[in-house]
């Protein structure tokens, strides 16, 4: 490090709070700081403003309906459709020839998409859909990589109002089943493989084995070719070519169906407390209405931009802020197949210049492994094309902010550090880019028209720098509507915490832990139900757990997350082998790939840890803290209260060997 650069470094390292840049104000799309107070004393009608960026069929009479709380809805009456919006009315208003996916492959090959391009492929993949008996409200499952197919795939379905399923392409076969069972699902789109640092993977396999798990018939399966001769493979009776489909439709005219504003838009399964994933549901109105709103107000996207969300869009972070939120307001969005590092650690710069990238939204995870690589990587590249940099999945420490903010923002761009979740559709917590000092590590206020507070136990708001919960006391438009078939559970988990049932006051609980300062910024501090944040990945530990336990040999195990430098969080194994069985490598190797097959490569275990028992309370419930605390190395608590304390030195000890 050169001497000037210590004394940059040194300069940001103490420094608490960042002013956005004179030059990114006068442009923001919102920088007026009376936009809380306008939301504030004009709630609900001030979501007016989220909907009036979308085109609608007919008008809504009701911004929001709440008779029925906590089964909100929002824009009562509207209609409208989400492919519409994001591909025709901008053809319509001239933009045909204005790129709205520019997409790389790993291996270097890319395709552009104008919107007049990508309408017309939505429209052939939607009557091709339809050929095949795809009807309104039948749910479509997309078991797709990061190929264009996938947002066509979506928008096709959205066009026709058929709701989408995507599962993640790094989920397991079982996974996959487990997901169109659940949704009932009969159309499934999948896709050969795709290319990892290089390599062709296989998914067609993949999928064929999830499809032998479904519990009812199959309809038809159709076949993305990413790979073409480099996997040989068949297609068996149902499966069909998308690209021989395509031709066959090609040219086709599909009008988009007009929905209602609260019908279901799409599912995406999440992880929660118990082992059995949650089917969250989005809805076409309220949710389209609320992610091209926090685009434009926090991503600052403009339609002359290219914007780039380094997320999968498997995730919900792909489905808000790589296809809706972006297309909705017509800008230019980038799709990346690969990995950060291949062919090298400067992949993501490369792109960035090349493409001349105004907006990169990224995960706090990535940032980390970016600043252990090295700032040579992004200094061999001009980013300065660079105006907004945002991140999301998980809490960044300031010193990976700082990195961010210095060595890819050069000092010029605002960071935005977004708290969500799938169950909120978009962002809730952050600061917006043209009003706010910046403060590291702390996500910020909430948004306009956003309640969120941080309350202790009781549902009391907690003083400036005590530890408590996120909690949300109002509805917002992009809101999940209910749990999949399980109105129960919906209740169960999300408003049963914090609500008054009996006065009608419903608070939705995110399970996040939070801190609060004298400014009303919020820091989060990370879950406090059972599931664990991987690289920004959310997954349950319930989920880890009982694959686990059905790997012969192991008698009973608990699962935690430990703190990891990159990961944020890692899965750590704490097991029990039956009696006859080899507390060994061979046993710990069967465990980890037990987790592999059963939920995917993401949720690998870092490490098996055998004990002949595991820490109880006396009342028998696992202590999943105490296990956290030896995974993450540290200090631990009082064990007194355990009823057999002696086991935590055994398993600390073996935990250090390790
Ligand atoms: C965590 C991802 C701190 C949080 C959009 C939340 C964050 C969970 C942040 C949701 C952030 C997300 N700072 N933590 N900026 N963003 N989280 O459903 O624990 O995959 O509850 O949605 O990620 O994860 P999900």
Request: hydrophobic share 35%; glycine share 8%.
């Amino acid at each position: 490090m050169t001497q000037e650069d210590a004394s940059l470094e040194a300069r940001l390292e103490e420094q608490e709070q960042f002013e956005p840049p004179e030059s990114f104000v006068e442009q923001a799309n919102v920088s007026d700081p009376g936009v809380y107070e306008e939301f504030e004393e004009n709630w609900p009608e001030c979501w007016e403003r989220a909907a009036d960026l979308l085109s609608w069929d007919s008008e809504y009479d009701t911004v929001l309906e709440d008779g029925d709380a906590p089964f909100y809805e929002w824009f009562t009456g509207g209609e409208l459709n989400a492919s519409y919006n994001c591909l025709d009315r901008h053809v319509e208003e001239g933009a045909k020839n204005r790129a709205a996916i520019k997409w790389e492959g790993e291996l270097g090959e890319t395709r552009t998409y104008t919107y007049g391009d990508l309408l017309n492929e939505v429209e052939a993949f939607a009557a091709t859909l339809r050929d095949l008996g795809v009807e309104e409200d039948d749910v479509v499952t997309l078991y797709m990589p990061m190929v264009p197919e996938l947002p066509i795939a979506m928008l096709a379905c959205a066009r026709i109002g058929a709701p989408h399923s995507v599962v993640f392409a790094g989920f397991s076969a079982d996974a996959l089943a487990t997901r169109m069972n659940s949704a009932d699902s009969e159309y499934l789109v999948t896709c050969d493989g795709y290319y990892r640092r290089g390599d062709a993977l296989d998914h067609i396999s993949k999928t064929n084995e999830g499809l032998e798990d479904v519990d009812h018939e199959v309809s038809d399966v159709v076949v993305v070719d990413r790979l073409g001769d480099a996997l040989d493979h068949s297609l068996s009776a149902n499966q069909h070519d998308y690209d021989d489909l395509v031709d066959e439709h090609a040219g086709a005219s599909v009008e988009p169906v007009s929905r209602d504003a609260e019908d279901m838009l799409f599912l995406m399964y999440t992880s929660g407390t118990t082992g059995q994933p949650k089917g969250v549901k989005h809805t076409t109105g309220g949710y389209l209405a609320y992610t091209a709103w926090t685009s434009q107000a926090v991503l600052d996207v403009k339609p002359e931009d290219t914007y780039w969300c380094s997320a999968d869009i498997g995730w919900i972070t792909g489905h808000s802020y790589i296809v809706y939120g972006p297309l909705a307001l017509g800008t230019t969005t980038v799709m990346y197949e690969g990995t950060p590092d291949y062919p090298e650690k400067d992949r993501l710069w490369e792109i960035v210049e090349k493409n001349r990238v105004d907006i990169f939204y990224t995960a706090p995870t990535a940032i980390r492994a970016f600043m252990k690589w090295g700032k040579q990587y992004p200094e061999r590249y001009d980013l300065s094309s660079l105006r907004l940099l945002g991140t999301v999945g998980e809490p960044i420490n300031p010193r990976a902010w700082k990195w961010y903010y210095q060595h890819i923002g050069n000092e010029d761009c605002p960071v935005v550090d977004t708290w969500w979740q799938t169950e909120t559709g978009g962002m809730m917590i952050t600061t917006l880019p043209g009003i706010n000092t910046m403060k590291p590590g702390s996500a910020g206020p909430p948004l306009p028209g956003i309640g969120a507070k941080v309350v202790d136990a009781n549902g009391e708001e907690v003083d400036a720098g005590q530890a408590g919960y996120v909690m949300v006391d109002k509805p917002w438009p992009g809101m999940l509507r209910t749990l999949y078939q399980n109105d129960d559970r919906f209740i169960t988990e999300y408003w049963q915490e914090y609500s008054d049932e009996d006065a009608d006051e419903w608070t939705y609980f995110p399970e996040d832990g939070a801190k609060i300062d004298d400014d009303g910024y919020i820091t989060i501090l990370g879950r406090v139900d059972d599931v664990v944040n991987v690289s920004g990945h959310r997954l349950g530990t319930m989920e880890i757990e009982s694959a686990v336990v059905g790997v012969e040999g192991i008698a009973e195990a608990a699962v935690v997350g430990g703190d990891h430098e990159i990961k944020g969080e890692a899965v750590y194994v704490y097991a029990i082998p039956e009696d006859g069985y080899d507390a060994g490598d061979e046993l710990a190797e069967r465990a980890i790939q037990g987790v592999v097959d059963s939920i995917g490569p993401i949720a690998k275990p870092e490490e098996v840890i055998f004990t002949p028992e595991l820490p109880k309370t006396r009342s028998g419930k696992i202590m999943r803290r105490l296990l956290e605390d030896i995974a993450s190395g540290n200090e631990l608590g009082n064990t007194s209260t355990l009823r057999n304390p002696d086991v935590v030195d055994d398993i600390a000890e073996q935990a250090e060997s390790n």
